[in-house]
């Protein structure tokens, strides 16, 4: 009887500490911003010309040394509300297949997508993006090519935007406004602001680590009403570890 209690005891043990020890997927967190600016593009004046049209002044938003650094956006504010995108330009090789749409997640493996524009919706078409009640339900109505309805998932608080481009290079045909989730963590859309809250988003529709041209004009969409999702501050990480370190001596004591 002694022999059999040690016997299942033992078999216990190994049991623990195989799921102690079992290797677990770890999440790896989104970062919201970019490093910017990125050297030596756009490649041409041709993104130069479309932000002198979008923001009516010649070279008031530099397309070389204003790229701003957000790569997730939010609305301001507790009250609802929400954006409009604009396509204003359109260029390049899948000028007619690129699709542009709204991303959430805080976790790199766990993203909901929600096309806005399909690939044949021209320049001068929008689309009204609204958070109402629900902060994770948004609303879409709009123009011809847009994907109409509510969609769960999409955090008002926190969302970035892609493309879907036909590119054979792409990851999952898609590139990303987070650099983290492109492929090589390179650029593949710009983003310049003018005013408070006025922005600009241009993409590059080709892998920009196979080969791509850099002009970042293949697809240009303008909104309103948005501000950066900020990154977690020194200060708080500095809190969080003087919390630590305090609750480790509390349990030497």
């Known amino acids: 009887m002694k022999a059999t209690r040690k016997t299942i005891v033992t078999l216990a043990i190994a049991v623990i500490g195989v799921s102690l020890f079992a290797p677990v997927?770890?999440?790896?967190?989104?970062?919201?911003?970019?490093?910017?600016?990125?050297?030596?593009?756009?490649?041409?004046a041709q993104l130069q010309t479309q932000l002198d049209t979008i923001y009516g002044c010649a070279g008031c938003v530099n397309a070389s040394t204003d790229q701003n650094t957000a790569g997730m956006w939010q609305l301001p504010g507790a009250a609802p509300g929400g954006t409009l995108p604009i396509i204003t330009f359109q260029a390049g090789a899948y000028f007619d297949q690129v699709t542009f749409g709204i991303w959430s997640g805080t976790d790199t493996t766990a993203l909901t997508t929600v096309e806005i524009f399909s690939g044949t919706t021209g320049p001068g078409t929008f689309a009204a993006l609204t958070w109402i009640g629900d902060p994770n339900t948004l609303t879409i109505t709009g123009g011809a090519g847009v994907n109409a309805g509510v969609f769960a998932g999409i955090n008002r608080y926190g969302f970035g935007f892609y493309i879907d481009s036909p590119d054979p290079g792409g990851t999952d045909g898609k590139y990303w406004s987070v650099d983290q989730l492109n492929d090589g963590g390179l650029a593949q859309m710009l983003a310049y602001v003018g005013g408070p809250t006025r922005w600009t988003f241009a993409w590059e529709d080709l892998n920009r680590v196979i080969g791509a041209d850099n002009n970042f004009v293949d697809l240009v969409v303008t909104t309103e009403s948005l501000v950066p999702v900020p990154e977690p501050t020194t200060l708080a990480l500095l809190g969080l570890g003087l919390a630590g370190l305090g609750w480790s001596r509390r349990k030497k004591a």
């Open 25 to 44: 997927a770890q999440a790896v967190p989104i970062t919201p911003t970019n490093v910017r600016p990125v050297a030596g593009v756009p490649t041409t």
